[in-house]
């Protein structure tokens, strides 16, 4: 299918090669199957599950569900009501939400624009705003980022229900979301203690977001009175 295809160890002419280059960088490819394995693609790693390949494979989709999709809310969430006039699509075949004529990508912007522009509780909604725009997740970043509809409210619901309470908790919550993970590439981080003791491999774990957390989300690159003026 015109893919690439590693061989090791290789004596080619033009680039021969032992096996001590797989041994030290094989653990950087994304482990699928073995060849002739059949994989579900809800089992791929998240890299793998974009557009591109639902596209390619669309014929081997894997649904016990009929093609309907199972989604988990925030805590406390209640189903619509479709009485309200507006049913929220997490996805659609056709690509367009059944409410209209727009694309199902822009379910969020819809559902948060209402929110923002006719929830009564207008300082929590400005407080959620205000986080949402220090603890970013940036959509191009994340793998489908524009079939994530309920994953982004999920993960912009944590400054909603944390916007009177303690930052430490927010901080909690979006290091444990799949987004965050994603964004900042920490998704199946491995410490070196692991990959020396489990494949005798020293490595180093991802340290991109253990940087941002304390360069951009809390303590920054200077260090500050009480008052907030610098030292």
Not at 3 to 28: A, C
Not at 40 to 57: Q, T
Not at 90 to 95: F, N, P, Q, S
Not at 144 to 170: K, M, P, T
Request: proline share 3%.
């Amino acid at each position: 299918n015109n893919g690439t295809i590693l061989v090791y160890p290789s004596s080619l002419e033009r680039d021969p090669h032992g096996m001590t280059r797989w041994n030290n960088y094989w653990h950087k490819f994304p482990y699928i199957g073995r060849f002739g394995d059949n994989i579900h693609i809800r089992d791929l790693p998240s890299d793998f599950r974009g557009i591109d390949v639902m596209d390619y494979f669309v014929s081997t989709k894997d649904s016990d569900n009929g093609g309907m999709v199972v989604s988990c809310g925030s805590p406390g969430e209640v189903s619509n009501n479709v009485r309200e006039g507006f049913q929220f699509d997490v996805k659609v075949d056709e690509g367009y939400t059944r409410t209209g004529h727009l694309h199902y990508s822009h379910n969020r912007n819809i559902i948060w624009i209402m929110i923002a522009l006719g929830a009564r509780d207008q300082l929590r909604q400005r407080v959620s705003w205000a986080m949402a725009q220090i603890l970013v997740v940036v959509s191009e970043e994340v793998a489908s980022q524009q079939d994530q509809s309920e994953h982004f409210l999920v993960y912009y619901d944590i400054f909603v229900r944390n916007a009177f309470g303690n930052y430490r908790d927010v901080l909690k919550e979006i290091s444990y979301n799949p987004l965050m993970a994603q964004n900042l590439s920490y998704l199946r981080s491995r410490s070196s203690a692991y990959m020396l003791a489990r494949y005798k491999i020293k490595t180093s774990a991802d340290e991109n977001f253990a940087r941002e957390i304390m360069q951009l989300f809390t303590m920054g690159l200077i260090k500050l009175n009480m008052d907030g003026s610098p030292k």
